[in-house]
């Protein structure tokens, strides 16, 4: 029966997807006892070859220092330790996720897994998120748990070690925009609409407001029942602010010319009404006056229309700093 179970076990441990050796702690280096075809895979030589090689053989001193002093403290300690491996090999950066465990005496079992190709894909997803401004969230329904990518953290404003929740972005969100935002959350999140893009303010726990632009997509069960959420967020605080100084500038222009526009027509009906007075014409004159005053009223209440698009008006606002001269016009 123990033969079995260690036939089996052997069988296991040269099957595993990841690397495994089984390593003997000597006083400043390590022997190779037995290893796996993943393992030898990770040292590019054949496992055969691999038995019985001291760790000296195979590592840089620096490197086998390292990885000694985890095995001796794995040892000391009497349970796994994890750890990651850094090598900078000709072909490129290495990367292993790795784990030690003490199987008796001397010796440990180490087993671990070449991650360089994920670490280097998220490495390169960070980047794009830092050079578009964008963060990526992935919200899973069932368990309300939450993660926020590195660049997600840094346009909210979060710290790297603050736990991620849904309750922590709702707070965040700028009190004018709260209620639109959850409800759309609400709607996608229960299946009754579609995810669409969505902008709206946050307010950083340091104050600053931001303008930001969400998108997400729901993953469904088989049955259509919502139960993960993912998307990106992209600060847009520069686009916004651009368009509002255009329309602003528009404006602008559009009260230049009502002003204009105004200073031609009252001039304009004030001197026909002149000249309709110097001929007599008394009731055209006035009928001109009456009209030249409607006009200018009309082109007035329009301007300040506008104008309180870029800033209310408020009571005492538009009056005079001095009292209008009706009696000395050329003064």
Known sequence: MLDDVTGAAIGLFMALEDGAVVLEVLDDDLRIVAVNPAMAALFGI??????????????????????????????????????????????GRRVVRASMIPVGGDRILAYGRDVSDQV??????????????????DW??????????????????????????????????????????????DLVSSGRDVVRGVTYRVVRPDGEVRVVQGRGEVVTDDAGNPIRMFGTVQDVTD???????????????????????????????LS?????????????????????????QELVTTALREAARDEPIGPGDLARAAPANVESPDR
């Open 140 to 185: 899973n329904l069932i368990d309300d748990t939450l993660q926020w990518s590195a660049q997600y953290r840094r346009i909210i404003g979060l710290r790297e070690d603050e736990p991620a929740s849904m309750d922590r972005v709702l707070e965040l969100i700028h009190p004018d925009d709260l209620d639109r935002v959850t409800g759309r959350i």
């Open 46 to 91: 054949d496992a055969a070859s691999l038995r019985g090689r001291l760790g000296s053989e195979l590592y840089p001193p620096a490197e086998l220092a390292d990885v000694v002093r985890r095995a001796r403290e794995t040892l000391a300690g009497g349970h796994p330790t994890d750890y990651e491996a850094v090598r900078e090999l000709p072909q």
């Open 239 to 269: 686009v916004h602010r651009a368009e509002e100084d255009r329309q602003r500038l528009q404006r602008a222009i559009e009260g230049q010319r009502q002003a204009l526009e105004l200073n031609d027509n009252v001039v304009q009906g």
């Open 120 to 137: 280097e894909a998220t490495r390169k997803l960070e980047e794009l998120e830092t050079l578009a401004d964008i963060g990526s969230w």
């Open 272 to 296: 026909a009404a002149w000249l309709a007075f110097e001929l007599g014409q008394v009731d055209e004159g006035v009928a001109l006056v009456r009209r030249t005053t409607s006009d200018a």
